[in-house]
């Protein structure tokens, strides 16, 4: 049984910092790409931040970011680990949202964790 549990989030001032994790536990066809999306409440889920190409052998991956993001956030990814995280930097208070990851396996199929709060305060 496949189970993504995210970590990290929590409440921050404008301008400041937080890390989101998430470990991905009973995958056994690999991982092609980690990522997160976001959820504002009364707005759609958004894509955050993704990441492919991990390898144990190899440090160069594809990133990719939302325009809203970029220069700002980092994502990461580990895959021995099965784990992605996002550092967040400048957060403002348009970044608070439910941040959620996922993962893509090489089988084609697309696994969620439930979320985890980020509150940016004014």
């Known amino acids: 049984q496949v189970q993504l549990v995210e970590s990290g989030g929590g409440l921050v001032q404008a301008g400041g910092s937080l890390r989101v994790s998430c470990a991905a536990s009973?995958?056994?066809?690999?991982?092609?790409?980690m990522g997160w999306y976001r959820q504002a409440p009364g707005k759609q889920r958004e894509f955050v931040a993704a990441?492919?190409?991990?390898?144990?052998?190899?440090?160069?991956?594809?990133?990719n970011y939302a325009d809203s993001v970029k220069d700002r956030f980092t994502i990461s990814g580990d895959n021995v680990k099965n784990a992605v995280s996002l550092q967040m930097n400048s957060l403002k208070p348009e970044d608070t949202a439910v941040y959620s990851c996922?993962?893509?396996?090489?089988?084609?199929?697309?696994?969620w964790g439930h979320g985890t709060q980020v509150t940016v305060s004014s």
């Open positions: 009973g995958i056994t066809a690999g991982i092609k790409a």
């Open positions: 990441i492919s190409g991990i390898s144990r052998l190899s440090s160069v991956a594809s990133t």
């Open positions: 996922y993962v893509v396996t090489w089988d084609n199929r697309d696994y």
